[in-house]
């Protein structure tokens, strides 16, 4: 298994387990569950090599991530905002890692 390919399957592996957490803690909502889902089939396409997969994965963290921020920079809790920080690193590395980038996009 490449590096890319590591790396991304590490990135869903991570939303799956977030969500699950989430859930665990606040109750599992539809968007939770969504987000669940989506971790799940995104870690399916990097294993099958689906090109393009990592884009995908990667705006849906950066969204939700950007969705949250404002709430929580209000109340100021630093778990969520730590949490908030991984999801866009994570974004920014399944989106312009080179060995990510090469994995996915194909020949």
């Known amino acids: 298994m490449s590096n890319g390919k590591k790396i991304s399957i ?3 592996v991570y939303v799956v387990a977030k969500q ?3 859930g665990c803690i606040g109750g599992f909502s ?3 569950t969504a987000i669940l889902i989506i971790g799940a089939v995104a870690a399916l396409c990097f294993y099958r090599n689906v090109r393009y997969s990592n884009y995908v994965l990667a705006a849906v963290m ?5 969705r949250y921020l404002p709430g929580n ?3 100021f809790q ?5 949490e908030g920080v991984v999801d866009i690193l994570g974004a920014i590395v399944l989106a312009f890692h080179p060995t990510v980038q090469n994995e996915f996009r194909g020949s």
Request: proline fraction near 0%; charged fraction near 5%.
């Open 10 to 12: 590490a990135v869903a």
């Open 20 to 22: 699950i957490l989430n």
């Open 30 to 32: 539809a968007e939770n």
């Open 62 to 66: 950066a969204v939700v991530a950007l």
């Open 73 to 75: 920079l209000m109340h």
């Open 78 to 82: 630093l778990l969520y905002l730590l």
